[in-house]
């Protein structure tokens, strides 16, 4: 007996599970970030736990979401990928932002049963020192008291350092207090400007209300895809694949309403993807993708009045537009091949950097390459592989696949330049990826891995689609006994968003009052932060 691999879990396996969610189970969902007003050109650091009624981590969502909006549309945005309730993430602040208050929501997929009452909302400041224009909402005056902030909360709570007073690139150590085992979040960055915001209006907690039924599955395994069709016409397949140098394809599941849903897995970071649309007669499809945030827009938002120290600000601007520079960089990093897929070696496995060089594919494979047997059915050719269990070739098309992308036009492949391709790999067997089966899967794939001069058919569109980011620990320079000539101008210089004990991080080139800030959640989940000052010189 053929035996059978899965990709991902059936979508009515899905909905089977999903009901099985009782009305009164409830996602709690809170955020933390690493300071309350912000530059654009920076980064906004954010904490998110979700929690059941008892606060203990619930481990039902994957992913959140997180926009920041105005009145009037949704300005970023960005996805976190969730372990066990938690997950933090980078929101950039696009330049074209202007300046005042605007809302941050963050809440799942599952939490849109619940309406948005059910989402956490707090306000941060964004300030645009650059391009000013007719939409800031904002006031500034400059500060000339010396205001220093709390060290000691109502509980008792205190943030301890190894010292007042430090030089720049010197090592700090801040000695995280006790909280009862709650998980606390760990933030240092420069004091140069805060907000008259009070903390009753900046943040929403989350309340419920009863759903009747589970229209927004939960995001049991990855992201949701959802895509539809730019005409009229019904779609009956659709598949989307990452294009690149792994297998990472997604069978599309038709819905009520006429869109597609793809349920995805281990797919993080920006990535070109394939998606095509077929109707029952093989016409094929445009597609486009529908946005999963929901945009929630505030009703009003407060002006923003901000207490600055001029020369602290302007400062912050040009280390901040440093710094975004850096981020820039982009460094290429070649994706590796991957022989096994879900478990199993190709049957037939060629690198043709050790065969004679042929123009096209199909001179490969009629050359040296085995398992594989072209038909032509209804004028259409196909590929199929060798099935050693009925000592023949399988009567069912194998799934094509080039850099990742499905191929259905095989006399296109069959004309492709061989000479750019590095491997060829036959996985044989029954591969589900979501409700279609395919009989064994060919993987052509590049030396690049990125569909180089291949015409992609009237079926298919590549788009660049933003998965939740791959969660990477905060990353700082040490200078332990290490020289650097590289300039650091980091603002923030330390975030741990589940810090316990003591943590260590160092100092930048930015002289200035530090603030440390320790925020966590009692069992009441009342919000508490615990703050105190350090100087660089």
Known sequence: MTHYKYNIVFAFILTLFAASLKAETKEYIHAFIDKDCYLTGEQILVNISITDEEMNPLDISKIAYVELCDTR????????????GKGWAKLDLPGSMHSG?????????????????????RLVSVINLLNPSENDDIE????????????????????????????????VVVSVPETNGRPVTVSVSRKDCETDLSSESVQHSPKFNKFSELKFVPEFEGH??????????????????????????????????????????????????????????DDPLRMEFVLPYETVLPDSLPSLRILYKEKDLRDRSISAQIEKSKRDVLLDKAEVSENAYLGIMPEY?????????????????????????????????ALYTFEADSYGYSRFPALVLLDGMP???????????????????????????????????????????????????????????????????????????????????????????????????????????????????????????????????
């Open 349 to 381: 496995y060629y690198d043709l950097d050790e065969y004679t060089k042929f123009m096209t594919v199909r001179e490969i494979l009629i050359e040296f390459i085995s398992g594989i047997r072209t038909r032509t059915v209804n004028k259409h050719k």
């Open 407 to 537: 191929v259905y036009d095989i006399e296109s492949l069959m004309d492709y330049d061989a000479r750019r391709l590095k491997y060829v790999k036959i996985y044989r067997g029954r591969f589900q990826f979501g409700e279609n089966c395919h009989h064994g899967i060919i993987a052509f794939e590049s030396k690049k891995g990125l569909l180089q001069d291949f015409l992609l058919d009237k079926g298919t569109q590549m788009f660049t689609y933003d998965f939740p980011q791959i969660q990477t620990a905060f990353i700082s320079p040490i200078y332990d006994g290490i020289t650097s000539r590289q300039p650091d101008f980091r603002h923030t210089l330390y975030f741990n968003p589940n810090a316990s004990g003591t943590c260590e991080f160092y100092t930048s080139d930015l002289p200035g009052t530090y603030v440390v800030t320790i925020q966590y959640l009692d069992k009441e989940r009342a919000e508490h932060k615990v703050q105190t000052e350090i100087e660089v010189k």
């Open 101 to 121: 208050n605007y809302q941050m929501t963050v809440y799942t997929r599952y939490l849109r049963n619940f309406g948005k009452d059910s989402y956490f909302k």
């Open 73 to 84: 549309q949704r300005q970023t945005q960005c996805m976190v990928q969730l372990t066990n």
């Open 140 to 171: 500034f005056v400059e500060d000339t008291t010396d205001n220093s902030v709390e060290s000691a909360n109502a509980q008792g709570a205190t943030v301890l350092t190894d010292k007042q007073s430090y030089n720049t690139r010197e090592k």
């Open 224 to 281: 949701i895809v959802t895509a539809k069709t730019t005409g009229t016409s019904k779609i009956e397949k659709s598949m989307l694949a990452a294009v690149g140098k792994k297998i990472k394809a997604f069978d599309g599941q038709s819905q009520e309403d006429g869109t597609m849903r793809y349920y995805t897995k281990g797919l993080n970071g920006s990535l070109s993807m394939t998606i095509n649309g077929y109707t029952e007669t």
